[in-house]
């Protein structure tokens, strides 16, 4: 089993700042990718960013310049999210892909961005 743990998440005014991290424990092999989605209310739940261990970032048109993904030290990812809009409001996963491609996902956490 592998357990992800985000963290992080609330209610912010539009314009302010949130910082999402995520914290893999269990029966870790080696982690290709990690990499955070988020799902609005009626819609699908879509990418957002992922890095790899080459550090290597992708991002969502719609975020970027606003936000940042980073790895920590102990299979800690984070996500930066800065100039938040209430269309950033879902709510948001954390995802891991290993060597053996094997997807893992946290339970996800809220956040909302009011007007």
């Known amino acids: 089993q592998v357990h992800l743990v985000e963290s992080g998440g609330g209610l912010v005014q539009a314009g302010g700042s949130l910082r999402l991290s995520c914290a893999a424990s269990g029966s870790i092999t080696s982690i290709n990718v990690m990499g955070w989605y988020r799902q609005a209310p009626g819609k699908q739940r879509e990418l957002v960013a992922t890095?790899?261990?080459?550090?290597?970032t992708n991002y969502a048109d719609s975020v970027k310049g606003r936000f940042t993904i980073s790895r920590g030290s102990a299979n800690t990812v984070y996500l930066q999210m800065n100039s938040l809009k209430p269309e950033d409001t879902a709510v948001y996963y954390c995802?891991?892909?290993?060597?053996?491609?094997?997807?893992?996902w946290g339970q996800g956490t809220q956040v909302t961005v009011s007007s």
């Open positions: 890095i790899s261990t080459g550090e290597s």
């Open positions: 995802n891991l892909v290993n060597v053996y491609s094997y997807n893992y």
